[in-house]
């Protein structure tokens, strides 16, 4: 009997040895899972526009004209429901706070109808603008704000049209190994039709490269994002620095797009990288 117990708590012992590492290791493997959850920042917390601020063109800074942007069933959406006509009111919302290195991560999707007197280009079509000025330094009436625009489009009933592609208001970048100057470049994503949810993520990391991503696919990329020393509004912030300055951006505020067709964001997160 006393041989059998000494057998048995051998036998629970050496399990016990097996298993307490095994144990270990799972919840190491978790607590590293929730860490790395931990670093997202959600930007926008679902509930409100709390850290964020409107500009639409011909309005003041924090005028929400029409409430363009609201929140609705945990959704940010652009809509609108004021509007008599579209009349050129392209509005951004930014985020409270500028960034330099990280990758930002949106679910967005089109819906419903573009609103009366919205130009043809503008159909299903938003944006994230990156690396961009600051809303205090826009003007009234500026049209967007000097920056890199990540272009999110639908696709129409027919043809390809790709999203996540590379608009340059005020702005150059390097494109495969060359100074870029066309104001629009398509991905090489698959056209998204209809009212379905799209993920794009965004990799910035300062000058160095920004990489535009959908569903976790890189689309396209490119370097050196810099002012254009010929544009009007990146004059105004090129005026303000030392002459000889580097004309290269290395970071600047993120804004989601108002541009005449209706669009939802149900999550919109920020993951911060090293420099």
């Not at 051998?10 to 670093?39: D, H, I, N, R, Y």
């Not at 870029?180 to 965004?202: A, F, I, L, M």
Request: aromatic residues 10%.
């Amino acid at each position: 009997m006393t041989r059998l117990l000494r057998s048995g708590l051998s036998g629970l012992l050496c399990w016990s040895l097996f298993l307490v590492p095994l144990l270990v290791a799972t919840l190491s493997s978790a607590e590293k899972q929730e860490a790395g959850k931990k670093k997202w920042i959600q930007l926008f917390n679902g509930k409100d526009l709390s850290g964020w601020k409107v500009k639409i063109k011909g309005h003041a800074l924090g005028d929400n004209f029409g409430k363009t942007f609201r929140v609705e069933g945990g959704v940010l959406k652009v809509g609108y429901d004021a509007y008599k006509g579209f009349g050129r009111k392209f509005g951004h919302l930014f985020y409270e706070k500028p960034f330099s290195h990280y990758i930002i991560r949106c679910e967005y999707r089109f819906t419903g109808k573009q609103v009366a007197g919205g130009p043809g280009w503008a159909f299903r079509n938003s944006g994230i603008m990156v690396h961009g000025q600051s809303p205090e330094s826009m003007g009234k009436d500026q049209d967007f704000p000097v920056s890199i625009e990540v272009q999110l489009l639908g696709g129409r009933a027919k043809g390809k049209r790709s999203t996540a592609n590379l608009c340059t208001p005020g702005t150059h970048v390097f494109y495969k190994g060359k100074l870029h100057k066309p104001h629009c470049t398509n991905s090489v994503s698959k056209t998204y039709r209809g009212d379905q949810w799209v993920t794009v993520e965004v990799e910035v990391r300062g000058s160095e490269v920004i990489r535009h991503k959908i569903d976790g696919k890189t689309v396209i990329e490119y370097t050196k994002p810099q002012y254009d020393p010929n544009d009007k509004d990146a004059k105004k912030l090129l005026a303000g620095k030392p002459a000889g300055s580097p004309q290269l951006i290395e970071g600047g505020s993120i804004s989601l797009q108002s541009e005449s067709h209706p669009v939802e964001f149900r999550k919109v997160e920020l993951l911060q990288l090293k420099p």
